[in-house]
């Protein structure tokens, strides 16, 4: 290999958007490995393995959702006008990108609302972390969203005192109508993002709690099952 395709690990730092102590963490648990030209020398990293890692977002964002762990700072919406504007971004490129022509505006729209869910549920009770991890990939044709907020179950109880798991509280949440109140009809996006879903060929899954459900296009059948992760906040994948 020559050193011009390894890179210091400053670089690869700033690179990925997390700290050079987080990268030494990461190297010894084995995340993401360095190369050391002596031992006990300074770490190097190939480029492409960091490409690599940043092509992978439902790794990225499910680490993060779960593990509680940094992740790049490319994909942080702290605000929803960060998001917003991330979110125009990308509506600009799928419209310009011949897989997405036909269905460029509904991705949007789902995934905006997915999104806007996570700032106005969590709206000054976020538990650690504010803000969601939005990345897409339009080669792999995924969008990747993620929040570490208090998660369906916990919303939703607020108006339905009787939810007692997380499988109940997706169902929910994706098929019925709560309130026209606010903030409880905040949640109602959800019956659009699978009423889309039921009409193309997009597919949805969707964890929070210790609950996944997945609705594949074409289709308004809802899968739900209990998963051995448990943490609050919500992940959602969306592929076409």
Not at 7 to 30: C, F, H, Y
Not at 40 to 59: A, N
Not at 168 to 190: D, Y
């Amino acid at each position: 290999m020559e050193n011009n395709d390894l890179i210091p690990i400053s670089e690869a730092s700033r690179l990925l958007g997390v700290s050079i102590m987080t990268l030494r963490r990461w190297d010894k648990n084995g995340r993401l490995s360095s190369i050391r030209k002596q031992p006990d020398g300074h770490r190097y990293y190939r480029k492409l393995d960091i490409d690599i890692f940043l092509s992978d977002l439902t790794r990225l964002a499910h680490d993060w959702v779960i593990s509680q762990s940094e992740f790049p700072e490319m994909f942080y919406c702290q605000t929803s006008a960060v998001f917003q504007s991330r979110l125009t971004k990308m509506q600009n490129l799928m419209i310009e990108n011949t897989s997405t022509k036909d269905l460029f505006s509904l991705l949007v729209s789902m995934a905006g609302e997915i999104g806007n869910n996570s700032y106005d549920h969590n709206l000054g009770q976020w538990p650690d972390i504010p803000g969601i991890f939005f990345g897409y990939d339009l080669n792999k044709k995924q969008i990747v969203l993620a929040d570490r907020g208090l998660g369906v179950l916990e919303t939703l109880k607020r108006v339905k005192t009787d939810l007692t798991d997380h499988k109940q509280a997706l169902k929910v949440a994706f098929t019925e109508i709560i309130s026209g109140r606010a903030p409880e009809e905040r949640g109602n996006g959800l019956k659009y993002v699978r009423e889309v879903i039921s009409e193309n060929p997009i597919n949805l899954l969707f964890q929070s709690g210790d609950a996944e459900l997945k609705i594949l296009g074409g289709n308004q059948d809802l899968t739900i099952i209990n998963i051995s992760d448990n943490f609050h906040g919500c992940f959602a994948l969306i592929s076409y």
